[in-house]
């Protein structure tokens, strides 16, 4: 059976121009490692089971596919879309005072981005440091996000996160 083709593709391979999308009912997804987003310069590996998983390029765990070469795939993005829909996080380490993170949360939502999640990684009596799950459009997006974060004077670092963890496939 054959599915029809979707509106918003996430990755094609150059190749062969087949789309492959982020839904679930796709052959395709990006990696939870490294959660790459448009910008982000990519590869396609084939898993059994799971279909083409995509990497951000600098993603630790290609390491462990180096010697299958016939597993790589060669993709690219699509035209950008306008739509915030791609997940990433990004790290941030603020002063523990009152109101710091509301302004932080108040940042990303005006600079148009959704946080989906957020954990506390380490929580000291003079600072946190927070890890947010957030839907960009792409790596500019990212960039404008972390970019209004970091000049906050209560942050004293913000930048994108990836768990790179061997185990995570």
């Known amino acids: 059976i054959r599915r029809p083709p979707r509106s918003t593709p996430l990755y094609s391979s150059a190749a062969s121009d087949v789309y492959k999308r982020q839904s679930p009912d796709s ?19 084939a898993q059994k089971k799971r279909g083409v998983v995509v990497h ?28 915030p829909v791609h997940s990433t996080s990004i790290e941030v380490t603020m002063v523990n005072s009152v109101g710091v993170l509301g302004r932080i949360c108040t940042l990303i939502g005006e600079q148009g981005a959704n946080i989906s999640d957020l954990t506390f990684v380490m929580r000291k009596p003079d600072f946190y440091k927070t890890v947010f799950e957030l839907t960009v459009r792409d790596l500019k997006h990212l960039h404008n996000i972390i970019t209004s974060i970091q000049v906050d004077m209560d942050v004293s670092e913000a930048s994108r996160y990836r768990t790179n963890n061997i185990n995570v496939k």
């Open 27 to 45: 052959n395709g997804s990006p990696a939870p490692c490294c959660l790459p987003i448009p910008g982000d310069p990519i590869v396609g590996i």
């Open 56 to 83: 951000a390029i600098d993603c630790a765990l290609l390491a462990s596919f180096e010697s299958i070469p016939n597993l790589w795939l060669e993709v690219r993005w699509p035209s950008s879309t306008n739509k």
